[in-house]
RNA sequence: GCUGGGUUCGUAUAACGGUUAGUACUCAAGAUUCUCAAUCUUGCAAUAGGAGUUCGAUUCUCCUACCCAGUACCA
């Protein structure tokens, strides 16, 4: 029978989403749009020791900047569901409200032999893991050790009922039964085997805070929630073989979804997985946005860097993903169009944040001047520029007062548009189209500010000025390089001597694109304050 | 250690069992320009190693090496 494909992306609170995080959340988000199914978001939040205040908030925030919108587990108000309703006959989403649900279940795996009832201490646990280890194993508590702990199967019924009355500390184990290959089937690895001897029994509920244990709050809740699709990361795989065990025994077979388990992002260099301390030591950012964590410590954001969300999400899908084509540059729709589980990349990809920045480039050259001027005026703002008038008025430049209107700076959004891979660098290659420069480089006047050369400058720069020639750019260009070829003078030299008294630096912006910028008040002004 | 997963240029990846092993990023050189950037052109650079199956292996099988994950009353 056809289900409605629903695929679930279920993090757990206790910090910010990570961007291998986001490409999960993607990836799952793509195949429920292009197989006309939902996305659904749900907190695992059964760890009450690792909560951290204000990641659930993050995580929605981060999924809602990269455009991947939950159809259900978050309402049109960005708040939890926090019931079931007709429209959200699965909610809540988070599990610790569903703590209710939990328990029947770990229970009735009791009663049909499939789990036990534990009593051991952690100390008691502790001790036999450093004895195995003395003898150089690992413990397991399993087939071969689970007779000799303190548990529902050695104890007797008596004894249990006693325990389960009296203490509050014991578990519900799973019993994994023994001398099974489990065989089962990954729609990115293919098939895969293994024998329930190497398995251990899991933990599945835990009456000390009366909340279920990963394994099983996952497996009762993709089965509650009708999920079809199961796409994770790797690091569950190893689990599946219990997740099969389970939906066996629950009865759940024939409705048990699909898995898929994504490989790791690594790290861009060595060996491992991507982690907070790489991004801060070769400066790129591991969160979609900036995380202020308790002790005040800042991560950087993709969107605080002054990625566009496009761009980031356009990246993090062609990171162990490719279409089969040559394309590189897809939009949401496109990618939802094109994407497909098979040709996911079996090993981990290494993350290139050159390709990054890359990817931002070629979206910003994608982005409309109006657009790109909008969001460079906060820029402007923050440098103490003014920006006046609409996209209708006619540009204009005041220096002295640091006041251009809308025009102007989509001018110079134009001209510096193809040499940017973000916003902000507008500002760092076009700022001498907005103030004189506050210092000069060293270097360059080293080389240049040689005496002849500045007598040059000053001729050339009087001779623009007395021949009253227009400050367009094709006029004033020419005017310029014709005088200095007539008069014989290094074009070079000359030229970059000019663009050091312009703009601070020797390097830069065209001589005649600065010109026809400032104008010629603003060219003498200029000229004079570096002494020419 | 054990169990599972993985391995094509530095990186991301392409290649019905048959290609001079392709593309993009990075890097280098050249062209262009008053400089820088951009752009264009060119270049560097890979099937982890070994057996086997086959007329033929990047592709299938096995072994070795290396990498990753799991091995919690965390997810």
Not at 9 to 35: D, I, W
Not at 52 to 69: D, H, K, N, Q, S
Not at 281 to 309: C, I
Not at 454 to 481: I, M, N, P
Request: with cysteine; charged share 25%; glycine share 6%.
């Amino acid at each position: 029978m056809e289900r409605k494909t629903r695929v679930r992306f279920a993090p757990s609170p206790t910090g910010p989403l990570h961007m291998g995080g986001v490409r999960t959340a993607l990836y799952n988000y793509l195949y429920a749009k292009q197989h006309g199914g939902d996305f659904i978001l749900r907190i695992e939040d059964t760890d009450s020791h690792r909560f951290v205040p204000g990641a659930e908030a993050y995580i929605i925030e981060a999924l809602r900047w990269c455009g991947i919108v939950p159809d259900e587990g978050v309402d049109a108000d960005g708040k939890m569901v926090e019931t079931a309703s007709a429209q959200h006959p699965h909610a809540p989403y988070r599990q610790s409200q569903r703590r209710a649900i939990y328990r029947q279940y770990a229970e009735q795996l009791v009663e049909n032999g499939y789990a036990y009832y534990a009593f051991d201490s952690a100390a008691a646990l502790e001790e036999r893991r450093a004895e195995a280890e003395r003898a150089g194993q690992t413990f397991l508590y399993g087939l071969t050790t689970r007779d000799t702990l303190r548990n529902s199967l050695t104890l007797s019924a008596e004894e249990t009922e006693r325990l389960l009355r009296e203490t509050d500390s014991w578990t519900i184990r799973f019993k994994m039964p023994a001398h099974t290959v489990v065989k089962m089937d990954d729609l990115i690895r293919g098939h895969i085997e293994v024998n329930t001897d190497t398995l251990d029994d899991k933990v599945l509920w835990k009456r000390a805070d009366e909340l279920p244990t990963y394994h099983l709050a996952n497996i009762v809740d993709d089965h509650l929630m009708e999920i079809t699709e199961v796409i994770r990361g790797e690091e569950w795989l190893p689990s599946l073989p219990l997740h099969y065990m389970l939906y066996k025994a629950f009865g759940w077979e024939d409705t048990m979804p699909r898995f898929a388990h994504l490989s790791l992002l690594l790290k861009p260099v060595g060996n491992g997985k991507l982690s907070k301390r790489d991004g801060d030591k070769m400066g790129f950012p591991v969160f979609p946005l900036q995380w202020v964590n308790a002790e005040g410590e800042t991560s950087h954001g993709y969107r605080e860097d002054g990625y566009f969300p496009e761009a980031f999400v356009n990246m993090l899908a062609m990171l162990g993903w490719n279409p089969g084509t040559e394309q590189e540059l897809f939009s949401m729709e496109e990618l939802i169009q094109a994407f497909s589980l098979n040709k996911v990349q079996k090993a981990g990809a290494k993350f290139n944040p050159d390709k990054a920045k890359w990817y931002n480039r070629e979206y910003l050259r994608a982005k409309r001047d109006e657009e790109l001027t909008d969001l460079f005026i906060p820029v402007l703002q923050e440098q103490g520029i003014t920006v006046t008038g609409c996209p209708k008025c006619p540009v204009s430049a005041d220096f002295a007062a640091k006041e251009f209107s809308w025009n102007y700076v989509r001018n110079v959004v134009a001209l510096v548009k193809e040499r940017a891979t973000f916003v902000r660098d507008f500002w760092t290659s076009a700022a001498c189209l907005f103030t004189a420069p506050a210092e000069f480089v060293q270097k360059d006047v080293d080389k240049f500010w040689k005496p002849e050369i500045k007598e040059q400058v000053r001729q050339a720069a009087a001779h623009l000025l007395d021949t009253g020639v227009s400050f367009e750019k094709e006029t004033v260009g020419s005017s310029l390089e014709e005088y200095i070829r007539a008069q014989e003078w290094p074009m070079g030299k000359v030229m970059n001597a000019l663009r050091l008294a312009l703009t601070g630096a020797a390097s830069g912006l065209g001589i005649a694109d600065i010109l026809s910028f400032i104008g010629p008040e603003e060219f003498r002004a200029r000229l004079s304050a570096a002494e020419m």
